[in-house]
């Protein structure tokens, strides 16, 4: 089983930065892309950036050019730098990792429990 930790979420005014993180634990033999979503109020879950074991990164529209992603297959970690906050990127932060476990080679969708960023106009 894998387990996924977020941390790093908050309240900040527009224009302010914060850097998300997931950790994720268990008993893994390798990954495959590490990823954000985000939930707003009333609004589906939507994908914010992806970032591929060969380090090819996606953005979303609404995020490019504020947003960076990064990964760290030592420290089993994925980051979301998000810098220029706007008022519409409130919402509630997924990290979701596609993980194999040892003894197998398939990899499996894996979600965290979300993490709360607020941002004040």
């Known amino acids: 089983q894998v387990q996924l930790v977020e941390s790093g979420g908050g309240l900040v005014e527009a224009g302010g930065s914060l850097r998300l993180s997931c950790v994720a634990s268990?008993?893994?033999?390798?990954?495959?892309?590490m990823a954000w979503y985000r939930q707003g109020p009333g609004k589906q879950r939507e994908f914010v950036a992806r970032?591929?074991?060969?380090?090819?990164?996606d953005y979303a529209e609404s995020v490019k050019d504020r947003f960076t992603i990064s990964r760290d297959n030592r420290e089993n970690e994925v980051n979301l730098q998000m810098n220029g906050l706007k008022a519409e990127d409130t919402a509630v932060y997924y990290c979701?990792?596609?993980?194999?476990?040892?003894?197998?080679?398939?990899?499996?969708?894996?979600w965290g429990q979300g993490t709360q960023v607020t941002v004040s106009s």
């Open positions: 268990g008993s893994i033999s390798r990954f495959g892309s």
């Open positions: 970032i591929t074991s060969d380090r090819s990164i």
């Open positions: 979701n990792v596609a993980a194999a476990t040892r003894g197998s080679y398939r990899l499996y969708d894996y």
